[in-house]
């Protein structure tokens, strides 16, 4: 068996509460479980990554300039919609 490390986990009062209330469940297991579906999560995105890298340098470039044109699409639309959010707010206190 695997040696065990003790962590110390806060959580907000109330879902300690509902927690209590529920004393058939192994609280320690749920959250051992979460920790480690999420570890797997960010395996995941190393290995999008490494999958990058192994990309011929072609490949690599148009994918930064699709990136790159889709933020720059992304901010021209908030900035849009900032300002006509801030246009109507000066109007209406006008």
Request: no cysteine; net charge positive.
């Amino acid at each position: 068996m695997a040696q065990k490390t003790h962590i110390t986990l806060s959580i907000p009062k109330e879902l300690y509460e509902e927690m209590k209330k529920h004393k058939e469940i192994k609280w320690s297991e749920v959250a051992r479980k979460g920790i480690k579906e999420h570890l797997e999560r960010l395996k995941s995105v190393t290995k999008g990554s490494e999958l990058l890298k192994s990309m011929p340098p072609e490949t690599r470039e148009l994918i930064k300039e699709v990136s790159d044109l889709e933020w720059k699409r992304y901010y021209k639309t908030i900035k849009e919609k900032e300002w006509k959010r801030t246009k109507s707010l000066t109007q209406t206190s006008s």
